[in-house]
């Protein structure tokens, strides 16, 4: 089995920073593509920023300039440092990775979620 834990959510004011951590494990074989995803509430779940395994990566229009996303293959985990926060950024993010595990099948997995609200 394969899982996705995230951490570093909460509360923080406009103009502040996070960081979320997304640490993969269990019966790995390799990993390609890693990213975050978010779903604000009455919204459908978009894509925030991605890296792949040779670290190019992609950002969202609402996000660039302002999130970094990076990763640490030794530790199969992913961060998203998030700058200069705005009250639009509020909602669940999500880690998704693409695994292939130890019997060499390949899925996308997806963490439980961790909360992020920007608010005065």
């Known amino acids: 089995q394969v899982q996705l834990v995230e951490s570093g959510g909460g509360l923080v004011r406009p103009g502040g920073s996070l960081r979320l951590s997304c640490a993969a494990s269990?019966?790995?074989?390799?990993?390609?593509?890693m990213g975050w995803h978010r779903q604000a509430p009455g919204k459908q779940r978009e894509l925030v920023a991605s890296i792949t395994s040779s670290d190019i990566t992609n950002y969202a229009d609402s996000v660039k300039g302002r999130f970094t996303i990076s990763r640490d293959s030794a530790k199969n985990t992913v961060y998203l440092q998030m700058n200069n926060m705005k009250p639009e950024d509020t909602a669940v993010y999500y880690c998704?990775?693409?695994?292939?595990?130890?019997?060499?099948?390949?899925?996308?997995?997806w963490g439980q979620g961790t909360q992020v609200t920007v608010s005065s």
């Open positions: 269990g019966s790995i074989h390799s990993i390609f593509t």
């Open positions: 998704k990775a693409d695994i292939r595990n130890r019997y060499y099948s390949r899925n996308d997995y």
